[in-house]
């Protein structure tokens, strides 16, 4: 019974005799070496799990629409699963053994783990395109709101251009002040030490649970209070909301950097300042990129700490000391809750284009913590400095650097019978 | 090498911001100095660790430190460049004098002690954000020495080192992407870049293929002769092979550790007046 299956097996030697044909060469007299790759998910096996998906479906649709009066796409899903992993692993309990049975398993539970994790952030992606990118015209961007009309016909919607260049002044002005403030954070608290290391690293973390909207209040009572509203109050809270994000990457980035180079660095001679400027911050150097920016990330799209420092602004003003500022996501979150269609879109289109912000910082996150190296011609050798602050566990932010292959699969025992080279039973 | 620092002559000391003493240290050519630990004893917190070494590492000779785990070879060693001292618990009492200055005398800087006794480690750590090139001049680099003929330097520390003719088309790629072996030749050609007077190696083959062991073995042969090394290892065949003199560590039953017997090695080896050496070194504990 298990026989019947193989043909659709590749034969693996054919590959070979195939190669040899092609390079004109005499087919060796030997016997052409048959190549096993026992790791390999062959089309076979696809062929397998497409038939168990769709005999499964098939099962609890007759279950489901004909036999029963249920209905709704959620329980369909939630029904055809369970019954997908039974049928699976009893097909391949038949065609392999347990071994094989239980990998497969295992491994489509976890595969659907990661798609069930991917599903919000695509929907979300679509449901902000699609509310959003009707107005996303170069109109809306190079317009503010000043003489825009709140009438529901109204022609003129207004645009988003001075949102966008509020939010992008105060997060420079945010990074300007945070990042310093952070890495040094970080360095003290990894690097540096001392009595105060626990102290603040408790503060740290604290900073981190904090909510916004306190940041927020806190800039209102220290400095809005004195001195009005602006872009650079906004900018303070944003500072605050950054900082913890980015010392607390850094500090994992630290401390995955292998205490030999900094005892190599101590050995010839090197002052403290000397072995974190040349030698741990290089080393951590495309982690150290990515935390700086994902931080970053997290502060464009705050709204809360903006509300109390920035007051929100209709017309541009370009100057962040002095006048209410608007920014993208407070612009998003106040016309959202406007009675008028047109306005509301206007609301999309910010959300949209602050979206398209983040995700431009985390593309240009990933370039360049995987392209620094190569832009001197060292593309090979990232991976070996890599490999200093890769097998250390426990660093969330390294992980990005891996790609975005996510290992699925589970180790399956090598030793085990290869499923195409088994005996039928 | 004779400047100074903090207006105090001191015959270790030399200011790394004076370009001419730096080049003089580069340019003559042997600058090994004799190292002698006297009355050194070592204690992690309260536990003591090292009692009592007394030992001559002599001039342009090799030093082999041998004994079991745990019987503080590696901490005399890191004593010896004041390594010792960046853990938080370590303490020491005794002298260590090098061509008769004392390491430890509170005039002295870590750093510049640090830069006259270079040390490699058990396991390869070139810099790897690093070219080849900038692992072998960051000794000069992290002292501010300048030097117009850095090339020069590179090639002369590799070539010592028995790694110029294979990275001489690689000085630009990064240290990490050599081999094991070739990094391990790369971290002896950074130490010896800054010229130190004493070479300090802890184990610098147990991570290594025979191969490359039989390398850095040949390499340390060839150091010897303007560099005083001191090598720990667990390797009896590599002490024979390369070193003049041996010391023979040990610590029984949580004591501290303790050096049984030293001497040349040929002695250590064939007629040690230790019963304890005799087993140790013909593998019967250990």
Same mark, same amino acid.
Not at chain 1, 26 to 32: D, I
Not at chain 2, 11 to 17: E, G, I, M, N, P
Not at chain 2, 203 to 208: H, Y
């Given at each position: 019974m298990t026989t019947e299956l193989d043909p659709l097996a590749t034969p693996s030697g054919l590959d070979d005799v195939l190669d040899d044909l092609a390079d004109g060469a005499?087919?060796?007299?030997?016997?052409?070496l048959k190549r096993i790759k026992p790791r390999e998910f062959k089309p076979s096996d696809v062929g397998v799990l497409a038939l168990t998906a769709a005999s499964s479906f098939s099962i609890i649709w007759i279950l489901f629409t #004909? +036999?029963? +009066?249920l209905s709704g796409p959620l329980g369909f899903v939630v029904m055809w699963l369970p019954v997908f992993l039974a049928l699976y692993w009893f097909v391949n309990r038949q065609l392999f053994n347990r071994q094989v049975a239980v990998d497969r398993v295992i491994g489509s539970i976890v595969t659907m783990g990661a798609i069930l994790m991917m599903t919000p952030l695509v929907l979300l992606t679509i449901f902000v395109f699609q509310r959003g +990118?009707? #107005? +996303?015209?170069w109109h809306a961007l190079t317009h503010?709101? #000043? &003489?825009?009309?709140?009438?529901?016909? @109204?022609?003129n919607i207004g645009g988003v251009e001075h949102a966008l260049v509020g939010t992008i002044e105060q997060v420079l002005i945010a990074a300007v002040i945070g990042i310093p403030a952070a890495v040094l954070t970080a360095i003290f608290i !990894? /690097?540096?030490? &001392?009595? %105060?290391t626990k102290s603040v690293r408790t503060i740290v973390t604290a900073m981190s649970g904090t909510p916004a909207i306190v940041a927020g209040i806190f800039i209102y009572s220290v400095w809005v209070i004195h001195f009005h509203y602006s872009g650079f109050a906004g900018a303070l809270a944003l500072a605050i909301i950054l900082l913890p994000t980015i010392t607390r990457g850094t500090e994992e980035v630290l401390k995955v950097v292998h205490n030999d180079l900094r005892e190599a660095s101590v050995a010839l001679a090197a002052p403290e300042w000397r072995t974190v400027w040349s030698v741990v911050l290089p080393t951590a150097r495309s982690g150290l990129i990515t935390s700086i920016l994902l931080g970053i990330a997290v502060a464009i799209g705050e709204t809360a700490p903006l509300i109390m420092t920035? %007051?929100? @602004? @209709?017309v541009m003003n370009t !100057?962040? %000391?002095s006048q209410p500022q608007s920014a993208l996501s407070l612009l998003a979150y106040r016309q959202i809750k406007l009675p008028i269609k047109s306005q509301i879109e206007l609301g999309y289109t910010s959300a949209l284009v602050l979206f398209i912000m983040v995700f431009a910082v985390f593309i240009l996150a990933r370039l360049l913590s995987s392209g620094l190296g190569r832009k001197s011609g060292r593309s090979s050798s990232r991976r070996s400095a890599l490999s200093y602050v890769r097998w *250390?566990?426990?660093s969330a932010i390294e992980q990005e650097? #891996?790609?975005? /292959? *996510? /290992?699925i699969e589970l180790e399956m025992?090598? %030793?085990?019978?290869d499923p195409g080279e088994r005996e039928p039973r | 090498m004779t400047t100074q620092i903090d207006g105090e002559d001191h015959?270790?000391?030399?200011? $790394?911001?004076d370009p001419s003493v730096a080049e003089s240290l580069r340019v003559d050519g042997v600058t090994a100095a004799e190292i002698e630990a006297k009355g050194v004893h070592a204690w992690f917190g309260e536990r003591m660790?090292?009692?009592?070494i007394n030992l001559v590492m002599e001039r342009t000779r090799v030093t082999a430190l041998i004994g079991p785990?745990?019987?503080g070879k590696s901490t005399f060693l890191r004593i010896l460049n004041r390594?010792?001292?960046?853990?938080?618990?370590a303490s020491l009492a005794g002298q260590v004098e090098l061509d008769g200055d004392?390491?430890?005398?509170?005039?002295?800087r870590a750093a510049t002690v640090r830069r006259h006794i270079g040390m490699v480690f058990q396991r390869p750590n070139p810099?790897?954000?690093?070219t080849v090139k900038d692992n072998v001049l960051a000794g000069l680099r992290f002292n501010r020495i300048r030097s117009n003929r850095k090339d020069e330097i590179v090639e002369e520390a590799l070539t010592k080192a028995g790694l110029w003719s294979e990275v001489r088309d690689r000085l630009?790629?990064?240290?990490?992407?050599?081999s094991g072996g070739q990094q391990q030749r790369l971290c002896i050609a950074r130490a010896l870049a800054v010229k130190p007077a004493v070479l300090l190696m802890d184990?610098?083959?147990?991570?290594?293929d025979p191969g490359s062991t039989l390398r850095i073995e040949q390499t340390v042969k060839e150091i010897a002769d303007e560099v005083t090394v001191v090598i720990v290892t667990h390797n009896m065949q590599q002490a024979l092979r390369v070193s003049d003199k041996t010391a023979f560590f040990l610590a029984q039953d949580g004591n501290p550790g303790y050096i049984v017997e030293a001497g040349p090695t040929t002695q250590i080896f064939e007629?040690? $007046?230790d019963p304890r050496t005799a087993d140790y070194v013909n593998g019967r504990f250990g």
């Open positions: 005499p087919a060796p007299v030997a016997r052409p #004909q +036999l029963t +009066l +990118l009707p #107005q +996303l015209t503010t709101q #000043q &003489g825009a009309l709140y009438t529901p016909n @109204s022609k !990894n /690097e540096v030490g &001392g009595r %105060f920035i %007051f929100g @602004s @209709s !100057n962040p %000391f *250390t566990p426990g650097d #891996q790609g975005p /292959e *996510t /290992e025992d090598p %030793f085990g019978p | 015959k270790l000391v030399a200011t $790394s911001h660790v090292l009692e009592d785990s745990g019987c390594m010792h001292e960046i853990v938080p618990s004392d390491i430890y005398d509170p005039n002295q810099f790897p954000a690093m630009g790629n990064l240290g990490g992407a050599l184990e610098p083959c147990s991570a290594l007629s040690p $007046s």
